[in-house]
């Protein structure tokens, strides 16, 4: 049996994406400036915008918050992957810090619940290339071609129980779907994750249907357990949020422990003083 028996605060998911209402958007800005958006997303919400109109997509929404016509999407997340999201408001903003990225002066750390007891640290050094096999389009897989890019994931085990793992993990590449597909690889999916997972047809299904009997018996959660909890730039700020609630919720019911310890508010910390984000 599912469970998902024990929860009673999900909100509704679907296939289409959810419509975000202002005052829910500015409760989830961790941080503001003239330059930047740092958005604790929540693991129902699409970033990029959508054919429902501005309020279905956070880019869309942010626009409309801030009456600014053009945003940058510097670090973006999957619909169901939650936490931090870069959102850069203007283009010198963007610039730099997309140089950040590529110069691999940012370190970007998730949060995950994997299937299994994950039973030490390892490191994933696995190519990723498209899935000929797969009827979800969009799924990557471990295999070796002229197409395939080199993936690097650190998977770190921090507790275990109820037959899952706590995990911290640290991509070094930033491939599409890079964590979850070394996950699968590595034996220890996502729990909830509708594409690799046991069966990727479920990912189809809840396109069309939504959330289904079929779907709530398959899998422990309705999206997938994966939270982006830090953003750190050298020498520059750092931003640090505590495990999405629906992801502390199942530590506490189904894995037995106390999300606190791995987690507390979210904090902003500057190891420059005035680091700007333009300058």
């Known amino acids: ?27 989830w800005i961790v941080y503001e400036d003239e330059d930047v958006l740092v958005i604790d997303k ?16 956070l880019v869309g929404a942010c626009r409309e918050l801030t009456g600014l016509e053009t945003l940058h999407l510097v670090a973006r997340l999957d619909r169901e992957t939650s936490g931090i999201v870069l959102i ?5 903003s963007a610039r730099r810090l997309q ?6 002066r940012v ?14 640290a390892v490191t994933v050094d696995q190519p990723l290339a498209k899935d000929l096999e797969s009827p979800v389009a969009s799924r990557v897989t471990v295999r070796k071609s002229r197409s395939a890019q080199r993936a690097i994931t650190h998977f770190e085990p921090l507790v275990s129980g109820g037959g899952y793992t706590l995990a911290s993990v640290k991509p ?6 890079q964590i979850r597909a070394h996950a699968f690889w590595l034996g220890h999916p996502i729990a909830g994750d509708k594409v ?10 809840f396109i069309t249907d939504g959330w289904t009997p079929r779907l709530a018996a398959a899998l422990p959660m309705r999206r997938q357990a994966l939270h982006a909890a830090s953003l750190e730039f050298t020498n ?15 530590a506490r019911e189904v894995m037995g422990i106390d999300p606190a310890e791995y987690g507390g508010e979210p904090r902003i910390e500057k190891s420059a003083e005035n680091y700007g984000f333009s300058s």
């Open 42 to 57: 929540p693991g129902w919400i699409v970033c990029h915008p959508s054919k429902n109109g501005p309020w279905s997509s």
């Open 88 to 92: 850069a408001k203007r283009p010198a």
């Open 236 to 250: 520059g700020p750092q931003f640090r949020l505590p495990l999405a609630w629906d992801m502390a919720q199942f």
């Open 107 to 120: 370190e970007k750390t998730y949060l995950a619940i994997l299937g299994g007891e994950l039973a030490a």
């Open 1 to 27: 049996m599912s469970s998902e028996r024990h929860f009673t605060t999900w909100p509704p998911l679907s296939g289409e994406a959810e419509l975000i209402e202002p005052d829910e958007l500015r409760s």
């Open 196 to 205: 690799y997972g046991p069966d990727d047809s479920l990912f189809l299904e």
């Open 172 to 177: 070094e590449t930033g491939r599409k779907h």
């Open 99 to 104: 140089m950040a990225f590529q110069e691999r």
